[in-house]
């Protein structure tokens, strides 16, 4: 009840407080929102929802009947690594996920698509020969239809991977193992994945696992360098602010001063001045996140970011109440240690 009584009796002062740091909070939304939008932190990439098996068969009865007993996948590969190169093939429709940039090449019988131009024309055109549009790989004639334009997450030399259509892969793999990757849209859980190893045993295969890293998307942002640098910009913000929250205090000295000859304790008084400092940047917080909702409802294309989840908020409202906690307590104690209260 004396905090709101302070704070009505000087509204024009909080006022000023609540516009500054909820401006601050805003900032930080809008900033960090798109280094997580920028950086792919919002969205699971290839690299972390691609499981793949190094299988030691190479019957491809036993490989389609693992793919068939395989539910809610993105699309499944398999790849062959051979002596110079590797060579890909998808079982199943290309994902749209792995697009690039450019459309994804349909790879045909007879036909065959490189992911690196260089490579491809170094190891495979003779460019004195009168058909450079045929290459000749694992003893077929195929026809080069050009680069293939897809992301790859596969524990192989990517530059050196060739694409080809089911038929011609099983007629020209000759490695003794085979890579299946299976691409999904959300991580596998272990009973999924426990599920998926025995399938494998039950068709007689023996495999080994390659599995992505589960790094959550908070610990992402939290070791980004970007988002390391805007903690620092952050903080040089709030040394500024920090002198408008010891205004807030200094506005109380005789209040507290009073408390100490009554017989309050240090701990009392301070206990008060951190309830008047958390309502501020309480208040603020608010009025930066509501700021931040109405802008992205009404103008829908200034904002890339748009999947503001409830961790966002958390992990933005953390990293804001550390810096201003910090720097404005640091002005604080301080002030309280000048004035021997």
Not at 192 to 202: G, I
Request: glycine share 4%; hydrophobic share 45%; charged share 20%.
């Amino acid at each position: 009840m004396l905090l709101l009584s302070y704070v009505r009796k000087h509204i024009l002062l909080h006022i000023a407080a609540f516009a500054m740091y909820g401006s601050l909070f805003f900032i930080m939304l809008l900033v960090i929102g798109e280094i997580i939008y920028d950086n792919g932190y919002d969205r699971l990439s290839v690299e972390d929802t691609t499981y793949t098996f190094r299988i030691y068969s190479d019957d491809s009865s036993k490989v389609d009947s693992i793919v068939r007993s395989i539910d809610d996948y993105s699309d499944i590969l398999v790849a062959s690594e051979e002596n110079d190169y590797v060579l890909v093939s998808f079982l199943t429709p290309i994902s749209e996920n792995r697009n690039v940039g450019m459309p994804i090449t349909v790879v045909n019988k007879n036909e065959i698509a490189y992911l690196s131009e260089v490579y491809f024309y170094d190891n495979f055109i003779d460019i004195d020969s009168p058909n450079i549009n045929c290459v000749v790989v694992g003893g077929k004639e195929l026809e080069v239809i050009g680069q293939q334009n897809i992301q790859l997450c596969l524990p192989v030399d990517i530059v050196k991977i060739l694409c080809l259509s089911t038929e011609d892969f099983w007629d020209v793999a000759k490695s003794d193992s085979i890579l299946l990757s299976v691409y999904k849209d959300e991580r596998m859980s272990d009973s999924e994945l426990e599920v998926l190893n025995r399938t494998f045993a039950d068709n007689g295969i023996t495999a080994v696992n390659y599995l992505p890293d589960r790094i959550t998307s908070a610990s992402k942002v939290i070791n980004s360098d970007a988002v390391r640098l805007i903690y620092i910009i952050v903080i040089l913000s709030c040394l500024c602010f920090a002198r408008l929250t010891l205004m807030l205090v200094v506005n109380r000295n005789e209040e507290y001063r009073i408390m100490r000859y009554c017989g309050a304790s240090k701990m009392i008084i301070a206990r008060y001045i951190l309830n008047h400092v958390m309502f501020v940047f309480a208040v603020s917080a608010l009025g930066g996140s509501i700021l931040y909702w109405v802008i992205a409802a009404f103008s829908t294309d200034l904002f890339s970011y748009s999947d503001s989840a409830f961790a966002f908020y958390l992990l933005v409202l953390a990293g804001y109440l550390a810096a201003a906690l910090v720097t404005s307590g640091l002005c604080i104690l301080a002030k309280a240690a000048k004035d021997g209260y």
